[in-house]
């Protein structure tokens, strides 16, 4: 399933740089062994392709979907949603990757949200904060089932919040 869902996320960078619905790669991934269904939005709606194997249903969206309502980690207002990932084999089994990119420009106040954020989890919860050039962070709880990393690069912030076994 890890395979697939890399092949997918690479086929919406492709559907990303121009490719639109009913064009070859929405046909070569259809005919993949698990793909259940594709669909690739030509009309500004977001790429997104469901795949399921082996009892295993993976939805990868691409940029200008919507954080899933019942996903644990917030985001600050006026983010722009690059990708969401969401698996699901059962229980125990689910989890989730939300993308989401700012303006460099808002560094300390999402670097202040999610430290704020840090403080509402578990006692097992760590956080780690990097300066300097290159700013980053990292939050991590394992009880809460929770992970995100957020750094600044090339003018954007960009936050990796994901979810396992929820």
């Not at 990097?130 to 009880?143: A, D």
């Amino acid at each position: 399933m890890k395979k697939l869902i890399a092949a997918f996320a690479a086929a919406l960078l492709i559907t990303a740089c121009g490719d639109s619905g009913n064009t070859l790669t929405e046909q070569v991934l259809e005919n993949q062994p698990g793909v259940s269904d594709v669909q690739i939005g030509d009309d500004g709606t977001p790429a997104t392709i469901e795949i399921q194997n082996d009892g295993t249903t993976a939805v990868i969206s691409g940029n200008g979907t919507d954080v899933p309502a019942d996903f644990p980690i917030p985001f600050p207002d006026g983010g722009e949603v690059q990708s969401v990932i969401q698996t699901n084999g059962g229980p125990g089994e689910a989890s989730a990757s939300v993308v989401v990119t700012f303006p460099a420009t808002r560094w300390d106040e999402i670097r202040a949200f999610y430290e704020s954020w840090a403080d509402t989890l578990p006692d097992d919860h760590f956080t780690n904060v990097v300066s300097g050039q290159s700013p980053g962070m990292q939050v991590l709880s394992e009880e809460a089932g929770v992970s995100l990393v957020a750094g600044v690069e090339d003018d954007v912030v960009t936050v990796v919040a994901s979810t396992i076994g929820r």
